[in-house]
C-alpha cells in the first residue's frame, strides 16, 4: 500500500491490524524488509496490534540498539 499510493506519505502514521479468533487482536510488527521500506518512504510512525492490544513507534527507532 505505502508504495502504491497516490500521494506522499511522508510524515504519516501507518495502522496495521492482525485478529485473531474472536478477532483478538496479534502482534503484528513490521518485518525488517518492511521496516527498511517504511524508513525509505519517509512514515514517521508504526501503530501496530500486539497480543492483546497494540504499540506505537516511531519508524526512526527500528534499528537503534
Do not use: M, W
Amino acid at each position: 500500500a505505502v508504495l502504491n499510493a497516490r500521494c506522499d506519505v511522508s510524515g504519516s502514521t501507518l495502522y496495521v491490524f492482525r485478529a485473531g479468533h474472536k478477532e483478538r487482536p496479534l502482534l503484528a510488527k513490521p518485518c525488517k524488509a518492511c521496516q527498511a521500506l517504511l524508513v525509505k518512504q519517509g512514515i514517521k510512525s508504526v501503530c501496530y496490534s500486539i497480543d492483546g492490544g497494540y504499540e506505537k513507534i516511531l519508524v526512526s527507532e527500528f534499528f537503534k540498539g
